[in-house]
């Protein structure tokens, strides 16, 4: 058995982290590993296993120059530029609907990503991607590849924020193929893990194992085989959830 030392920070790190008005991001503990989408799109960062399942599930349905990036990993500063901007050009109804709070965006967590059809002209706050087509085919294949679609009109109530067909959210695997099956969002998805609290129940999906750890001390030790593969990733709200997968030889 090996032993993994879990602390408090990681409580705010991860692919798993709520990010929204309730649970704002913890600027003392960001962590990411932001890298450029491409030599093409130097200016598009992301976080790097974002980056990579990303690049390899638009590879699939082949949208080389079908779907573009419009907005990848934002500072707080460009965050804040965008939301005062649009209060400005758009209004405050129109920005509390589309525009995320600086500190409460995702797209400061590098876990973020919004898609856009290749056209003339491109929308930066609300970029065209229609439930058809390629783009369609994109939403077809994304859970195989960690993403979902993170802001849909039939969760509005929960999520606080008007459906985004453009926006897409790092989450990795298997937790976007849990979230599809089950029809939750991130904040349902969060909610439920916390009914897995490890050492008493665990989650099984397919070749996986999750459960959650309450952070309630400074640090707590979690064990795992040999040969399992353990994933950790905060929740931003109160503890870290654990995903083991066995090792394929």
């Known amino acids: 058995m090996k032993k993994i030392l879990l602390k408090q920070k990681q409580i705010y790190q991860g692919n798993l982290r709520l990010v929204n008005r309730k649970c704002p991001i913890n600027q003392d503990t960001q962590d990411e590993n932001l890298v450029a989408f491409s030599e093409e799109n130097q200016e598009i960062l992301l976080e790097e296993n974002c980056k990579l399942q990303l690049q390899e599930a638009l590879q699939k349905i082949k949208a080389e120059n079908q779907i573009v990036l419009v907005s990848g990993y934002r500072s707080l500063a460009e965050q804040t530029e965008i939301f005062e901007n649009s209060l400005k050009e758009n209004g405050e109804k129109f920005t509390k609907q589309y525009v995320a709070y600086p500190n409460c965006s995702e797209h400061q967590t590098g876990l973020a990503i919004d898609l856009g059809l290749n056209q003339k002209e491109i929308d930066f706050i609300r970029p065209s991607f229609p439930k058809n087509g ?37 989450v990795g695997l298997p937790h976007a193929k849990i979230m599809k099956q089950k029809d939750m969002c991130l904040e349902e998805y969060i909610a439920y893990l916390q009914e897995f609290e490890y050492g008493k129940k665990v989650l099984y999906f397919e070749e996986y194992e999750i459960s959650f750890v309450k952070m309630d001390q400074a640090t707590k030790m979690i064990q795992a085989e040999e040969n399992e593969m353990v994933t950790i990733s905060g929740n931003n709200i109160n503890g870290i959830i654990v995903t083991k997968r066995k090792k394929c030889y």
């Open 134 to 170: 390629i783009c369609e085919e994109f939403r077809e294949i994304m859970d195989e590849y960690g993403f979902i679609q993170r802001y849909i009109k039939e969760k509005e109530l929960i999520t606080e924020i008007s459906s985004e067909e453009w926006h897409f959210r790092y």
